[in-house]
């Protein structure tokens, strides 16, 4: 467990701790502190790894850090990288914040597009058809119309 995150968060329903190890589904430990909450944790995980082990079964793996330097190596087609290229220049700007700036707009865009298919989906009534698709500028363009109107 040494290598292992661990989580320690207050239950109300239970009014102590409760540790846990995030990649042991179901192994979780109650204290009145948090010390107490990791100290039981431990006591119950080395039981759970020594059960897994006599079980000759695999132990889990502890998850670790990834280092990301924020560099990458990207390829592309010679035309868009001058084109690309010409843009920034235009802008004022290096080619990296540009395209920094252009994946941070994507990024966005899909994670608005995706709580908006959240929305509709939750908010949509069995008349209602919904339909997005990009316009000339390259946003999204939402529709909402009833499949079968009815008439007044």
């Not at 020594?50 to 010679?78: D, T």
Request: glycine letters at 4%; hydrophobic letters at 35%; zero cysteines.
């Amino acid at each position: 467990m040494d290598k292992h995150a661990v989580s320690i968060k207050w239950s109300d329903e239970d009014q102590s701790f409760v540790a846990t190890i995030p990649q042991i589904l179901g192994l979780s430990a109650l204290g009145a502190t948090r010390d107490e909450a990791l100290s039981e944790l431990s006591i119950a995980a080395e039981a759970y790894i020594e059960a897994l082990k006599a079980a000759g079964k695999p132990l889990p793996l502890p998850e670790k850090v990834n280092p990301y330097s924020g560099q990458l190596r990207l390829r592309m087609p010679k035309r868009l990288h001058a084109t690309l290229s010409e843009e920034a220049e235009d802008n004022h700007i290096s080619l990296n914040t540009y395209l920094v700036s252009l994946l941070s707009e994507r990024h966005m865009e899909k994670k608005l597009l995706k709580k908006w298919d959240d929305f509709v989906h939750l908010n949509k009534s069995e008349k209602a058809d919904k339909t997005y698709d990009f316009g000339k500028d390259q946003r999204p363009v939402f529709h909402i119309k009833e499949k079968n109107p009815t008439k007044i």
